[in-house]
Every structure is written in C-alpha cells, then in structure tokens.
C-alpha cells in the first residue's frame, strides 16, 4: 500500500510572511484519493446507510504507513533515497552556565557527521518569531532558558552509528561543559486576568458589573516577585479600577461572614506527559538548487507550523533560502493538544537546511519526549466559597489561581484564562473574583492539552462541592440540583451558553445508575468479602466548553454521475475518528455515506481564492468591517484539529455543502424524474415542496413519491447540468458566520461564508456573497459559548493498609447534541475515562530538577494505569437524547475526561473519611489521610 498523507504549500517571495500574505496552498495533489483516505470494502454496509467499522480502520490494525514516524525518504516521490538520522542535545541544567560541547566524552566512532549551533543559525539567518520566539539553541556563555533546552543537534549519516551514540547519551549530559553556577532565568508571568461579575437584578442579567459588559481586566504591572499588581479599587474610576473594587468586596464579605458560611480549599494539581502513542518526528529534505524544503510531519496546526516554518527561513541567508515550503501531513498517532503549536517541527525543519541535500529524519524517543514535550500545566488553587447554612445556595466565589508554564510561553495564558472562566463548571454564583497568573519557570515547557485548564479548575470546584454538602447535611445531588446553571443565567463572564443547559437531566440519569441507588447494598457486599479494603462512591458533574472562538471548517462534497460520493474536510484524524464522522455525517443531506474522505487536502481549496489579513483572536470590529468588503477575505482560513471540534466544526463545512447539492441538485433532479410523463407524471397533482424530501432505505422519496436510488439522481443532475459539487468554507467565532450567495434565480442564506459550485462536470464556479454576517469582534471577550456536559459515577475500594485505590466500575452520563457516531463517541469516553484514572491515581512529574528535564525518564519511571486497573468490563456509557433531530453535534472528546478525576476522589473520601486535595491521589497521600 502506498504511503497515506496530505500537502501544503506555502510559497515565500520578497522575505516577509506579514499579517496580510495571501496564503497560497499547493498547486497540485501529492497522491490519488483512496491514498489520502484508505476504505477497505465493508466499513459500512451495501446500501452506505449504517457502520460496520472506522472508515480507516482496516488501515490501522494492517500496519499501512499512516504515520509520520513510520516514513523515510524512500516512501516520498522525488525525495532522495538515502535517510540520515537526527538528534537533539538538551541540557539538564538551568542554573549553570553553558559553555559550549566536549566530544572527547563520546566515543571517537560515535562523533556526528555534522553539529547545528546557536552560532550556525544565526550565520543562516535562522530564527524563531511570533508565537514560537524563543532561543532554539541555548548559546555558549549564558545560562539556559529552562531545563531541556536544546543546545545543539547532531546529525549521522549511519543509522547504526545514530543508533549507538542515541543509546550512549542516554540520561548523560558528560558532553556538556558547564560554567560556574547561575541565577535561573526568571521572567514576568506569561499572562494574568481578573474575572469579576456582580449580579443585577436577576441572574439572567444584566450585570452590575462583568467581563463581557465591561471587559477584561488585566494587571497594572508585576512585582519585582513578578505577581501582579491590580488597580486600586474605585467603584467609579475605569474598568480595571471598578473590577479591583467589586472584587475586593467580594472577598472581604466573604471573609467577614456576610456573603453566608465560608468554605476553604486549597488544592493542587500535577504535571503530566501526554504519553502519546508516537512521539514527535519528522522528515526534512532541503533542495538547495530549487530553494524548496520539503517536509513530513504529524501535527495538530499545520498551518499554524507551515507559517511558523516560513517565519523561521524569511530572513534566512544564501547558504538556506527557501522560496517554497512544501509540507505533507500524516496522520497523529495520539496527539490530546501536544501537537497543537509543537515547536518540533522547527527543528526537523532545521534538520533539512543542514542535511547535505539528504532526507533527514528527526525523531524523538520517548526519553526525549518525556525530556522536551509539551506537559500539562499543573495549578494551585485558593479558594473561597460563601454558601447560605438554611438553603444551600451558593452566594458568592473567590479564587487565586496560578499555573506553571515552565520555560516557553507557548499557549500558557490562555489555559491559565480558560481554567479560570471554567472554575464554577456547571453552577451558578451571583457574585465571583478570580485572579489568575501563567507562570514562568525554568521547568519543561507545558502547552495545551486534553480538557485545557479547565479539568485543574473543575477538578477543585467538584470536590468542594462534596465538602459543602457533608458539611451540610446535604445528598451530593441535591446540592448539585439546588445550584446547577439554568438555560439563559450567566456565567461567572457575563455570558449565556449557547443553547438549553441539560445538567439536571445528567444529574437525574446519574442518580438513576446501579452504582448509586444500590451503593449501600453493593458496598455491604464488598466489605464483607474483602476484609481490610473500604468501598466507596463518588460523583462528579461538569460542562466543558468545545472550541476556540476562530474555528474553521473547510469542506468539500462532489458527486460523480454514477452517484458516488466524495467528501473531503481540512481536519487532521488524530484517533477521534473524524474522517468517519464526515463519511457519516453527508449522509443526513445525500441518503448515504461518503465513499471516499479526503482529511487535510489544503490545495483542494484553490477554488475558494481565500484571502485573509489580521488575527482572528484580536481584530477590532473596523478592521473587520473594512476586510470583509472583499468578497474573498475570511477571519482564518483554517484552524488546528483540536478543542473538541471534529463533531461540531470540521464535520460542519461537508455537511453544508452535502445540503447545497442536494438542494440544487438532487431536488431539481427529482422533481423533473417525478414530472416526467402525460400532464406532468406522478407529481401532477401535488405540491411538491424541498422540506417534505426524505431519505428512506437509501433512496429519495417525499409526499408519496417513487423512492429513487441516488445513482438515478446523480445521473440526472450531471445530465442536467444541475449542482453536483460543493466546496465552502465556514467561520465560528461563538456563533457561525452567515452568507448570502445567488445560486440561480434562487438566494440562499446559510452557516458559511464562502462558496464554489460545481455544475455537472465543469470546473469549479467561485461564487461571490451577496452580504456577509460575521460574529461581532467583541465576541472573543465572551470567553466560551458552546458546552456538553457529562457526569461520571464511580465506585472505588481503598485498601486501608497499603492505601492502593481500585477502580470498581464507571458510569458516565453524557450530553453531546446528535452523536453523529455513537461508537465513536463510546470509543473516546472509554479513552477519557482511562487517562481520567491516570490523572486522578498514577500519573506525576517532579516540576523542576528531578523532573523530566533531566532525560532519565520513561515509562519505567512514569505510571500509566495499566489494563487492569481500568474496569473495561464495569465502564458504561449512557449519552442523553438530543431533543430533537435537528440538534447540532457537540464537541465531547475533553469533557468526558474531566468529571472522572474528581468523582475518583470523592469516592475516596466515601471510602475512607478523608479528603486528598493534591493530585495525584497515591497511596503514600491515602495513608497520611487515614492517619
């Protein structure tokens, strides 16, 4: 089987990759079809109605080259043949001058063909700017950045000489020469905020005072202790001023006791690994006579690394100019947000311009990825709660809050916000303070990851929850119920979810469960059948926001005459199944499912003549208003696979454009098969309309009309001259962009904002909008509109003696919208309840000097659960009916991680009458709290 993967181009002229390029995607496609997406007979049934398997999955479990790291030149057209091989020398230290490389501690036969420097970049012209700015190689004479910063790269021409020096330099820095001891380097946070809101009259607003009505508060400067300072507080002065005052009132009624009884937590939570199948890696092949550099890679955001390449070689001097990045995409063997903005591909890129004009191959090994990889942020958490004794009510919330971003900013800020703006999860407070701070460290840099902030944040909120209601007396549910958000009440940013808010439908089927009505019966059981253990039960309920705030979706649908579908989305599967999704998802406009997917084929998207200018996250509302006055100009034109936004995004553009040729093509189609005949045939008589069509048993019926096989309609809209092709690109900024386009003597209006035709078999027909409706700039301050919710219940045992915690069994209760595919959805539960257990019991890096900046860990070190701790067997999932059929589907892949880790700790206090409030939760912590 050939390789399977995608291309982009990107083409550099004049030196500069400015905000307002025009971004020019390839030119031609690197391989057929059926090799970008491999479909192996029977995945679905005869007639494309139903599932059998993943669309992929014969590819996966035979071993096809789906994978970054199982390619090498041989397997690129036109790339050399010959492969060297790549490493990264990093450094263990942070407090000690660099003073440059001694090879006389590697073994003569181990030395590298060739060495990359900080001085050798900067004689190329090389370096990293905008969001990846950073030294890539530490410099002899100053201190490194943090611990694992790179300082050279070796490249080897033999993969046994590689092989051999690899295993050599394991957890050894002896061809490292340090200096004296130094300061570490310590800089000001990444970023801080303050979220305040006071309620007004009622909790469906408006506000007194919150982010959304009066904006986002910020720090007036930092500390010499670089932590913020905040305005002095005046009620009547600017925002800033008036935040520092609702917010230190807050705070001192809590304190004095008049905003009901106070509840304290302080609570902390770890540093991870992500622990991705594949580490990172990558191909790199500089033609020096053409200019063009050339990649294989595995990422998230491969524009967003497409750009960051063009930045790194934009000044670049004779030795390597590049005119043309040419970049292929393969598949993500596990990528949970570490491969969204790596700065890994900056150095396999590195690895090419220095390669000789050979394939070079930069791959890290699992000590290097534990050594350098993205980490999750670990958080410390204070908090205060007011809650009125009488009812239960929640009164008021403050919190100060800090993460560790270690020693690159990467999207450090953002978790720290989005953890922050999530810490109240699914209840309501009428009155809420959070600071929040992104730290820097000289730790391992941390990055984005699977739940975002947000399962630190909500992991606190929950277990504080079980607090309040012990305390008082309360059933955990009930507590829940009593202050669990209302469709249309605000968050603690001003803003209303989009949508109805269905907790308390979760809560009730969560209550329902086996493992809660019969906890008392099943845990007299336990006990007495395993003397010396305790068994517990646990709940935990929460909502988790899907997206970014500047989603794209770029989808295509073409219809071939003989009635076969393609379909194509610019996605990257990275194990959700999204290439499955989209094949689905057609099928509710065209009757049956895609025959062949396309993922990430950016040259496809020629047709739309993209333009785009400015950030998405930051334009002012003139800006944008001036920008879309060209018909081409969109926000973005396309956005990382990650968020949680394969269901509600990237599935999104196909389906747009399965409705457009099935409202301009298959329904004209019909209607002149159904009026063929004496007096206009079998719809004489009727009134047909395009809203009574249905699908029945693959084939298009409505009002009483023969059922006609797609074939037959296919075959009339091509010969007809009728739409049979449909390429659009979409935009979500909390709310989807709409445009109005002409199509015939018809107007239509729809969630996109851009769009080609295709007529029988003709070429693509760009169409320019009629009008345009962006969502508002300010939306982006909104912070998060578009939740799912999910609810987990677990039963645990606690051996009382060793403290070693057993996972029992799980149940889930989640509410995703229309599962597009229910399997799907299971499969990525199932997943997220396992790395749950993980974070919650095993999982745990030392943040600084013993941590994985040392290079000595692996998994013989690092504590994944392993199969039987996971109770595979004892797992349900129950997913709760949309309300109707026109639901939209909703972003789950995140939530259904987070509710597990605090249910797993509110079954240990069930189980042992303490409380662990730093994670994770290991024996050693269960055996000091049972003291």
């Known amino acids: 089987m050939k390789p399977l993967w995608t291309r982009r181009r990107l083409l550099i002229s004049g030196g500069a990759l400015g905000l307002s390029q025009v971004l020019k995607p390839a030119v031609a496609q690197a391989f057929n079809p059926d090799d970008v997406m491999p479909i192996a007979p029977g995945w679905d049934n005869a007639d494309g109605t139903d599932l059998n398997y993943r669309i992929d999955g014969y590819a996966k479990v035979t071993g096809a080259k789906l994978y970054a790291r199982d390619v090498r030149g041989a397997d690129m057209a036109g790339w050399p043949d010959e492969t060297h091989h790549a490493m990264l020398i990093f450094t263990p230290h942070a407090k000690r001058i660099y003073k440059g490389l001694n090879l006389s501690a590697l073994a003569a036969d181990l030395h590298p063909d060739t060495i990359v420097t900080a001085d050798d970049l900067d004689k190329a012209g090389l370096a990293a700017t905008g969001f990846f700015t950073t030294d890539l190689f530490c410099k002899p004479g100053s201190v490194p950045l943090y611990l694992s910063q790179p300082v050279a790269m070796f490249i080897y021409k033999d993969l046994i000489t590689f092989k051999r020096a690899q295993a050599a330099l394991i957890g050894s820095d002896a061809i490292i020469d340090y200096g004296a001891a130094a300061p570490a380097t310590s800089t000001d946070p990444y970023g801080a905020n303050r979220f305040t809101r006071v309620q007004g009259d009622s909790p469906y607003g408006p506000d007194v005072f919150s982010p959304v009505k009066d904006g986002w508060v910020g720090p007036l400067r930092y500390q010499k202790n670089h932590s913020p300072v905040w305005a002095k507080e005046d009620i009547k002065g600017d925002v800033s001023q008036q935040?520092?005052?609702?917010?230190?009132?807050?705070?001192?009624?809590?304190?004095?006791?008049?905003?009901?009884?106070?509840?304290?937590?302080?609570?902390?939570?770890?540093?991870?690994?992500?622990?991705?199948?594949?580490?990172?890696?990558?191909?790199?092949?500089?033609?020096?006579?053409?200019?063009?550099?050339?990649?294989?890679?595995?990422?998230?955001?491969?524009?967003a690394i497409l750009n960051a390449v063009g930045n790194l070689v934009k000044d670049a001097k004779a030795s390597a100019n590049v005119s043309e990045v040419d970049a292929h995409f393969a598949y993500i063997g596990g990528g949970f947000g570490g491969k969204d903005h790596t700065i890994v591909p900056l150095y396999i890129a590195i690895a090419g311009l220095f390669g000789g004009g050979k394939t070079v191959r930069l791959a890290l090994d699992r000590f290097n990825q534990f050594q350098f990889g993205l980490k999750r942020h670990a958080f410390e958490i204070e908090t205060q709660m007011g809650v009125d004794p009488d009812t239960g009510k929640f009164l008021a919330f403050a919190s100060t809050m800090s993460c560790d971003g270690g020693g690159r900013s990467n999207f450090s800020a953002s978790v720290a916000d989005v953890g922050a703006t999530a810490a109240t999860s699914v209840y309501y407070l009428p009155k809420s303070d959070i600071e929040v701070t992104a730290n820097q460290s000289i730790g391992v840099t941390a990055g984005s990851m699977r739940g975002y902030g947000t399962y630190q944040t909500m992991t606190a909120m929950e277990c504080l929850m079980d607090e309040v209601a012990e305390d008082l007396g309360k059933d955990p549910f009930e507590i829940r119920r009593q202050n669990a958000m209302t469709t249309g009440q605000l968050n603690l940013t001003g803003n209303a979810a989009s949508g109805a808010m269905r907790t308390g439908e979760v809560l009730d089927a969560m209550e329902a469960s086996d493992l809660w009505q019969n906890r008392a019966a099943k845990k007299a059981a336990f006990e007495a059948a395993n003397p010396g253990k305790s068994y517990g039960v646990g709940v935990a309920c929460v909502m988790k926001d899907y997206g970014t705030g500047a989603d794209v979706t770029l989808g295509s649908v073409s219809l071939s005459p003989e009635g076969k579908i393609t379909a194509a989305c610019a996605a990257i599967e990275m194990g959700t199944g999204v290439s499955t999704a989209v094949a689905r998802r057609v099928s509710e406009y065209l009757g049956r499912n895609a025959d062949t997917v396309e993922l990430d084929q950016q040259d496809l998207w020629d047709a739309l003549k993209l333009e785009t200018s400015g950030d998405p996250f930051g334009i002012s509302q003139a800006d944008q208003d001036k920008a879309q006055a060209n018909p081409r100009w969109v926000p973005a034109i396309s956005s990382p696979s990650s968020a949680s936004i394969g269901a509600s995004v990237s599935s999104h553009g196909p389906a747009q454009a399965a409705y457009i040729i099935m409202r301009y093509g298959l329904w004209p189609a019909a209607l002149s098969i159904w009026s063929e005949g004496p007096l206009g045939g079998e719809a004489a008589g009727q009134f047909l309309t395009f809203d009574k069509l249905r699908w029945v048993d693959g084939k298009l019926t409505g009002a009483g009309m023969e059922p006609l096989p797609l074939e037959q309609l296919a075959a009339r809209a091509h010969k007809d001259?009728?739409?049979?092709?449909?390429?659009?690109?979409?935009?979500?900024?909390?709310?989807?962009?709409?445009?109005?386009?002409?199509?015939?003597?018809?107007?239509?209006?729809?969630?996109?904002?851009?769009?080609?035709?295709?007529?029988?078999?003709?070429?693509?027909?760009?169409?320019?909008?009629?009008?345009?409706?962006?969502?508002?700039?300010?939306?982006?301050?909104?912070?998060?509109?578009?939740?799912?919710?999910?609810?987990?219940v677990v039963a645990l045992s606690a051996d009382k003696i060793s403290g070693d915690v057993t996972i029992e069994a799980v149940h889930q209760v989640l509410e995703c919208g229309n599962a597009i595919v229910e399997d799907l959805v299971s499969g990525i539960a199932q997943g997220g309840i396992a790395m749950g257990i993980g974070h919650a019991l095993h999982e745990y890096l030392p943040p600084f000097e013993d941590g994985p900046g040392d290079g000595t860990w692996n998994l013989n070190r690092y504590i994944v659960p392993k199969a039987g701790q996971v109770p595979v067997w004892k797992t349900t999932l129950e997913i709760l009916p949309p309300l109707s059929e026109t639901d939209p589907p909703k972003g789950m892949g995140e939530v259904v991680m987070i509710p597990v880790v605090p249910a797993i700790l509110n079954g240990i206090n069930n189980a042992i009458g303490a409380r662990v409030q730093s994670l994770p939760a290991t024996p050693e912590k269960i055996r000091e709290a049972l003291k």
């Open 721 to 792: 001259g009728l739409v049979t092709g449909a390429m659009v690109h979409g935009f979500n900024r909390w709310s989807w962009a709409s445009a109005t386009f002409a199509i015939g003597t018809d107007d239509l209006t729809t969630a996109i904002d851009a769009l080609a035709i295709q007529k029988g078999s003709d070429d693509w027909d760009l169409l320019n909008r009629k009008a345009i409706d962006y969502p508002p700039a300010k939306f982006e301050r909104i912070a998060v509109n578009y939740y799912s919710a999910c609810g987990a």
């Open 243 to 303: 935040a520092s005052a609702y917010g230190d009132q807050i705070r001192a009624d809590l304190k004095d006791g008049k905003s009901g009884k106070l509840y304290t937590q302080s609570f902390q939570t770890q540093s991870i690994d992500q622990v991705f199948m594949e580490p990172e890696n990558g191909l790199a092949w500089y033609d020096a006579a053409t200019g063009k550099l050339s990649l294989m890679l595995g990422v998230q955001s491969p524009l």
